[in-house]
């Protein structure tokens, strides 16, 4: 084992690792079979200074299979408390995953003590990932935003084209000033005007996460993937203290029969619903006390279509996207990009009461996906849907998920469940029985038809049958490779940011008074009615009071 702090250099042509904290550098080389990472001496060989407290005493063990190393979150056998994560999913300590020539892995989800951990084989030809991108500051006005000239360019629908500068004062302070519609956070906290930025500060701009360091802007998190950790969930009859960890990019279903606590715990992982124990984390934030930093990110689609059924599908996207997003954005180029994404490019010029159910269902997601949120909520899309459709719906959402975003469905239809990554099976009193894989499930609960709807007839067979699938859940290997294994508890922050700036009251106004016009004008029938009835209704009114005064 070998430590160093300061300047990076290979020591060999052994693979290697480099760990940076908050500007401290380690560099350990592997040299063995199998190697202990952490900040316990008796236990670990590669020893991490005792200060970097976000690694544990055995946070990680890395082991030489062929030409690789792979490595292990924890001891192997139990996680870490701050994990291992590359792209926020998280490393387990049974899968472990295989590290390349210059693999990023972050240990712990606070920006502000984190450890970045970077694996580097001086005899690969490639590396496997670019290198962090960061811009200096000094003797320069910095621009950030969606402009193609901005120092740092931030490519995001909530992102304004100026949406923030950093200059320098007479006293060498740097000073953030922002510009936009949606605002900056720095530490969680809305920025006013402008602010003084001190070493360490987190930046939060639309999804992006950046880091203020040693007069440098380092980019710290693109915002692309989101994770969701519900830890012990508690809503008295309704949840029954539900635990889960929904990763990046996962398609996962809440299922289960009528009163079963579906619809209360989508609620829940929404933010809408307060528990009396327990909280939501994304990202390692508590959503209830971070909501108005992430409430852009979050789609929620609810089970009745919302849409104007008199306006054409791009009619419906373009108002909503003027509605949503900042006034400097390109509303046609967004619209054309969510509507292939939705595969409705074909009915643009459709009218919305001339579509299909699943087409009008489709509209409904576009309207959500015109800020790009990374965390997708659907409630029951496929209801009333034809098999056909169902199917089609599930295949759109699957899209969704291997985009990158992270889809959450309540449903009752178990056809197309296959598609999932996860199935969460609720039973009555709000019981967590069984989260993981779907095939998983049929061996869990032992149906040997392979047909989903035997697990609901199980479930509806008592509450003390239910009980008892919930207590077995709990103890079986499912709960700890699914739940405990990747399962992360987040930060609370006591400080809850305000509340995001809308867009103008009058803006609004005109952009809603126009819709509502188009709206009527294409309503002949009901328009007609009223500019009739409305001077037969004054001339009855005449005649009724005659010569009396009104």
Known sequence: MTGNIGQLTAL??????????????LQLELKQ??????????????????????????HAVLRQIGDNYWIYDGDGQRPSTNGLFVDRTRITPNDGYCLKNGTEIKIGLDPQNQVLLTYFNPLANQVAVPSKQSILLKNRSVLLGRDPNASLQLDAPLVSR????????????????????????VNG?????????SEGDAIRIGPFTLTYRSGELQMQDRGNQIRLDADSLVIPKRLDNITLAIEPGQFVAL?????????????????????????VFLNGDNLRQNFNIYRNQIG?????????????????????AKLRLPPDTDVKQVVAKTLEDIEMTHRRKALVKQLSGGQRKRVSIGVELLADPKLFFLDEPTSGLDPGLDKKMMQLLRKLANQGRTVILVTHATANITMCDRIVFMGRGGRLCYFGPPREALDFFDVKTGDFADIYNELETGETNV??????FNKSPYYQRY????????????????????????KQLVLLAQRYFQLISRDLVNLSLALLTAPIGISLLRLAVRDKDP
């Open 12 to 25: 060999s042509d052994r693979p290697y690792l480099v760990l940076s904290n908050q500007g401290e550098v």
């Open 467 to 472: 009980q008892s699938w919930a207590e077995k």
């Open 162 to 185: 100026r949406h923030a500068t950093i200059d320098q004062d007479s006293r060498g302070n740097y000073i953030l000033r922002d510009h936009s519609v949606n605002g900056v956070f």
């Open 189 to 197: 906290q809305r920025v006013t005007n402008s602010v003084q930025l």
């Open 255 to 279: 299922v289960g029969g009528s009163g079963a606590g579906k619809s209360t715990l989508m609620r829940t992982l929404l933010g809408i619903e307060k528990t009396t124990k327990g909280a």
């Open 483 to 506: 739940i405990v294994n990747h399962f992360s508890r987040g930060q609370a922050n006591a400080k809850i940011p305000s509340a995001p700036k809308s867009q103008s009251f009058v």
């Open 300 to 320: 929620y689609v609810p089970q009745d279509d919302i849409v104007h059924a008199d306006l054409t599908v791009e009619e419906v996207l373009s108002y909503a």
């Open 33 to 58: 079979q199998q190697h202990v990472l952490g900040r316990d001496r008796t236990r670990a060989d590669l020893v991490i200074p005792e200060p970097w407290r976000a690694v544990s005493g055995v």
